[in-house]
């Protein structure tokens, strides 16, 4: 083979890189209809445990009344029921709230106050978790946050799996609830049922949970104690390490789709871009912890089938994990051949982009269908999720010659040489391009004069390269030892429940 035959072969397989991702993506939602008949139900059964709610609270003021007084409404016995908010030191009207709500409801709303606070979620949950295990009255945990709300039966529909001893630990469904949400929090919340609703069915059936939702964690007094009594505060991403050392001690968490718990999420790209940052690093963190799990045979049948190690859960975490990675790979190698095959790379980003308009079809769809309520809402987001220049290369790849004959044909145009070389290079560098311009959505989010930009760009870059532009971040913030301190998103009580 000759050295040009084999950079050509090098390229080729930087874009094949390219492709798993997309592959993943299809993989999970191609599991989707599996759940109907692979699920945790069959195991179910009526059961209604005593449960301590844990609920961190650091100036909530703003939203911790709705959440409680729905929490005492709940379609649960009113006498296995019970509350511990454990406020963080707050300086707001936070204690006057909860002093008020456990007067209304005397012995079912306890309230904890710590003396030092600012320590990070994971200390303040671990306040409250101490004081539910040193009572015997506890036999389960539910660790939720303060600004969300309960659809009545939720709470039902989780404690059901805990009627198998098997099952550690059981978790909910977040829907953005905002009542008037902006772009971006239309945009979470399709994102959300791409990656709880949609995903974690797709977990269910292989057998391993990437993640219990932070704001809606139910614990079994034994998986509790057999996993130390506490949360770990040495990560970003307590509720995911949580997750694995409870499969990994051979427990089943299970996710419920039809126990809804609504939430209120960031409106502004500044907002979701610190959350998301803390959520990456902490994923990061946990890839590290946890490096002895990734690609081993699957756990034995008799220690639960959690398969964290199987090559399907690693795929699935991976693609996410690394996927500025694959789009660095696979723009590389696009523009690599380019420059030394044209016709090889032609094929290649017409194959991997017919690849990528299969699968925003597919999944899209799945999506609308999986969540008529989030569809509704976000219909229009999850079109243009990719963004609308991504729709514009898709179309590009889909019907070959499309902008560079047929729409300057309609204006008397004719694109010339050079001008279609440099419009290929664009089409096969945009996903790139458009990772490495998302900061620019954020920067003009933060300045008075150009905030109203913010939101066209959002649209014309996409939310996904939003995303995986955040995921590089915290890859650089990873490396160069940034402070990990927990960074809280504020909250002012959108959520109609």
């Excluded at 989707?32 to 844990?54: E, G, K, S």
């Excluded at 504020?490 to 109609?496: F, L, P, S």
């Amino acid at each position: 083979m000759s050295a040009h035959d084999a950079l050509v072969v090098a390229l080729v397989v930087l874009v094949l890189l390219g492709a798993v991702p997309v592959l993943a993506g299809i993989l999970q939602y191609a599991l989707i209809p599996v759940h109907a008949w692979r699920n945790h139900l069959r195991d179910a059964a009526p059961h209604l445990p005593r449960v301590v709610v844990v609920v961190p609270a650091w100036n909530e003021g703003a939203v911790l009344a709705a959440s409680l007084e729905r929490l005492m409404s709940l379609q649960y016995p009113p006498d296995r029921l019970r509350v511990l908010v454990v406020d963080d030191a707050s300086t707001d009207d936070t204690p006057d709230v909860v002093l008020a709500k456990a007067a209304q409801h005397p012995g079912r709303i306890v309230h904890l106050r710590r003396a030092q606070g600012g320590q990070g979620k994971a200390h303040t949950l671990n306040h409250g978790i101490e004081h539910a295990l040193a009572d015997r009255w506890m036999q389960a945990l539910l660790i939720m946050d303060a600004d969300v709300i309960y659809r009545p039966d939720s709470l039902r529909k989780m404690t059901r799996h805990l009627a198998d001893e098997r099952v550690g630990a059981v978790t909910a469904f977040i829907r953005e609830g905002s009542g008037r949400p902006g772009s971006v929090a239309r945009f979470i919340g399709y994102e959300y049922v791409t990656a709880q609703a949609a995903a974690r069915r797709a977990q269910n059936v292989l057998g391993a949970m990437a993640c219990l939702a932070g704001g809606a964690q139910l614990h079994s007094r034994a998986n509790l104690e057999a996993i130390g009594g506490r949360i770990d505060t040495t990560t970003l991403a307590e509720d995911t390490y949580t997750t694995f050392l409870t499969q990994l001690d051979g427990r089943h968490v299970v996710f419920e789709p039809a126990a809804v718990v609504l939430a209120e999420e960031p409106d502004s790209v500044r907002a979701l871009w610190k959350q998301r940052v803390r959520w990456a690093r902490g994923n990061v963190q946990i890839t590290s912890m946890f490096d002895h799990v990734w690609f081993r045979r699957p756990w034995p049948l008799r220690r639960g089938g959690e398969r964290l190690g199987s090559w399907t859960f690693g795929l699935v975490w991976f693609s996410v994990y690394l996927l500025p990675v694959s789009i660095v790979a696979a723009t590389v190698g696009l523009v690599g051949l380019h420059l030394v095959a044209q016709t090889t790379a032609l094929v290649a980003f017409r194959s991997l982009w017919w690849l990528a308009v299969a699968a925003y079809v597919f999944i899209t769809t799945v999506t609308l269908l999986l969540d008529r309520e989030t569809a509704r809402r976000s219909w229009f987001q999850g079109l243009t999720f990719p963004g609308l220049l991504a729709l514009v290369v898709m179309s590009a790849a889909w019907v070959p010659g499309l902008w560079e004959e047929t729409v300057p044909g309609v204006f008397g145009l004719r694109m010339t040489d050079d001008g279609r070389d440099w419009w290929q290079l664009a089409l096969y560098a945009w996903p790139l391009l458009a990772m490495l311009l998302a900061p620019l959505v954020r920067a003009c989010d933060g300045v008075r004069g150009l905030r109203l930009l913010s939101v066209p760009l959002l649209y014309v870059i996409g939310f996904g390269p939003v995303l995986c532009a955040i995921t590089l971040d915290a890859y650089v913030k990873q490396w160069r030892g940034a402070s990990a301190a927990w960074d809280k998103t504020e909250k002012t009580g959108r959520v109609v429940g």
